[in-house]
C-alpha cells in the first residue's frame, strides 16, 4: 500500500477559508483533506474551487451551522453521510468513506455549551451513538477518525483560556470517549 496522507480542518466557514486552504492544497497535496464546520448548504459549496486544484469533494451542510466534506484526489469507492440508527441522521455532521481501501470518518460533534444545557446532553447522547456505530458499523477495518471532536480537557485545547466557553468545557471534564 503506498503512503497515504491525510489531513483535517475545521474551516469555521469554508467560503471565508478558501485563502488559506486552497494554497495549502497546492502546496501539501495530501491524498484526503477532511474539513468540518463548513456552514454552507450544499448548493452553495465551492466545488469549483477545489476542482480547480485537482480535488474533488463530497459535503453535507447547512446554511449557518455545522457541515462536513472530504476533499480528494481519487473518487471515493463508497460514500455515506450520517448516522442509520433510527434517529436524526445528522447528515451534516458525518461523513463515511473509503478511499484506497482505507475507511475515513470525518465528523463534527456537537458543541455541548455548559454541562446542565440541553447541548450538553445531547452531545453525550452524540457521543452514544457514534460509539454504537462504531460497533456495529466499522469493527475490523482500517479505519481513520478524524475532525472535530469538540472535545477539551485542558486548558491549552482551547484558543482562548481565559474565555467562558474554556471554562465550561475544559474545566468540567464530561469522561472520555472509548470507542473498541
Known sequence: MKNFK??????????????IILPWLKENRPDVFCMQETKVEDGKFPVGEFED???????????????????????????????????????????????????????????GRERESPHFAYKLEWFRRLRDFWTNCIHRRAVNLCGDLNVA????????????????????????????
Not at 8 to 19: A, E, Q
Not at 60 to 83: D, F
Not at 168 to 177: H, N, Y
Open 53 to 111: 486544484t485537482g480535488y474533488g469533494v463530497i459535503f453535507k451542510g447547512a446554511k449557518r451551522y455545522n457541515g462536513v466534506a472530504i476533499a480528494s484526489l481519487e473518487k471515493p469507492e463508497m460514500v455515506n453521510s450520517g448516522l442509520d440508527d433510527g434517529n436524526p441522521p445528522d447528515k451534516d455532521r458525518l461523513i463515511r468513506c473509503v478511499f484506497s481501501g482505507i475507511h475515513i470518518i470525518n465528523t463534527y460533534v456537537p458543541q
Open 6 to 19: 491525510i489531513a483535517t480542518y475545521n474551516v469555521n466557514s469554508i467560503r471565508s477559508r478558501l485563502h
Open 153 to 180: 480537557p485542558e486548558a491549552i485545547d482551547v484558543h482562548d483560556p481565559k474565555d467562558f466557553w474554556a471554562m465550561s468545557v475544559s474545566r468540567r471534564r464530561c469522561g472520555r470517549l472509548s470507542i473498541t
